[in-house]
């Protein structure tokens, strides 16, 4: 009797994992590099990613991610630090654990495209109960409403905002040792900086979440409603707030026409300090300078993302298998930075493998 239970409770968690789309990732590295000595100790790697079942939809998982489970989450900061930069602009850090002992571990978070400390509260909650480290998360110009005494901001960030704002984390607790987390957009600056430092970065190592690899075209894979819906946002967050800071800036008519992220990320780049488009590039893609990064990086991609499209990793499958320090991981469900397990308590998937591997290199 009771075999008949175990295959026929078997039978049916085999038909709802179809249904559902649960599969192993599928991890694309160099079978000689230094992660294939640390990919087996990560237990998630080698079963199967099982997403909330009725969030196996990629709209609705992500409309739940975006909308319904951000309002849930509770999380009081210890504080929003402002930094002066060299230039006069302004960013910031939300703190979570200023109160750990000195020599507690740092993660460095790099969040959306139009983040907040209010819409990364989840992340920064699950990475600080997963692992008991303190959070740093950098603010880039012109977020969180955040003054603008300075006409710039970035899509992707600025990697020399970056440098100052782990100069200050530096300063203020040098006993620690860092890890860099980035979120969708935050990947390209977390990327392009870890590129750019190559071996001199203090990150120990990072994790790349839901990237579009080269932001020179990642913009075109965009699921339209998608893309037409993140334009007006940008439009809200960082262009009307701001109406007397771009007075003068000359190609604002155009930018204002964009019915498209891939159209606004083309006509920007005087708000971004670029005298034109490919300037900006030069200075922005992390595709430039990728495979120079020198620190333990895993990245993480679902198939079904509708905003950073699978298709954009499809050209550097080659360079992953040659870089020894780098792995990517795709798992056919997760949507964009969703990524929910649990039929009722609905949790991260993805917040728990990034603690894991980071927490393996503490170990070292």
Not at 130 to 141: F, K, S
Not at 205 to 222: H, R, S, W
Not at 228 to 241: A, R
Request: net charge positive.
């Amino acid at each position: 009797m009771k075999n008949i239970v175990h295959f026929g409770r078997k039978a049916v968690l085999n038909l709802v994992d179809q249904v559902t789309g649960a599969e192993c990732p599928q991890l694309y590295y160099s079978p000689t590099g230094s992660m294939a000595q640390v990919l087996p100790k990560l237990k998630q790697l080698h079963e199967k990613y099982r997403p909330t079942p009725w969030l196996s939809n990629a709209h609705v998982h992500l409309l739940y991610f975006d909308v319904i489970k951000k309002r849930t989450i509770k999380l009081q900061y210890d504080q929003i630090e402002q930094l002066n930069m060299p230039d006069g602009g302004v960013t910031a850090i939300a703190w979570l654990g200023l109160d750990l002992p000195p020599d507690t571990p740092t993660i460095v978070l790099m969040h959306t495209i139009t983040g907040t400390p209010e819409s990364m509260r989840e992340l920064v909650r699950d990475l600080h109960q997963y692992t008991g480290w303190r959070i740093a998360l950098c603010l880039r110009r012109g977020h969180a409403n955040l003054p603008m005494p300075v006409p710039q901001i970035n899509l992707f960030g600025s990697t020399r905002d970056l440098r100052e704002q782990i100069k200050s984390i530096q300063q203020k607790f040098p006993k620690s040792t860092l890890y860099g987390v980035g979120s969708s957009a935050g990947t390209g600056l977390l990327v392009r900086y870890l590129g750019e430092e190559g071996e001199a970065t203090p990150l120990k190592a990072a994790f790349a979440l839901c990237p579009g690899y080269d932001t020179e075209l990642g913009f075109k894979n965009v699921h339209p409603f998608y893309s037409k819906m993140m334009t007006k946002k940008l439009f809200q967050k960082f262009v009307e707030p701001y109406a007397a800071t771009w007075e003068n800036t000359a190609s604002l008519m155009d930018v204002l026409k964009s019915q498209s992220l891939e159209q606004f990320e083309r006509r920007y780049f005087q708000m971004a300090g670029f005298s034109d488009y490919e300037s900006y590039a030069k200075a922005t893609n992390p595709i430039y300078v990728f495979n120079q990064v020198k620190i333990p990086l895993m990245i993480l991609n679902a198939e079904d993302d509708p905003v950073c499209h699978i298709k954009n990793f499809e050209p550097y499958k080659q360079v992953i298998a040659e870089m020894p320090n780098v792995v990517v991981v795709t798992t056919k469900k997760g949507s964009h930075c969703g990524y929910y397990e649990g039929a009722v308590d609905t949790h991260s998937w993805a917040s728990k493998l990034m603690a894991d591997f980071f927490k393996l290199y503490a170990k070292t």
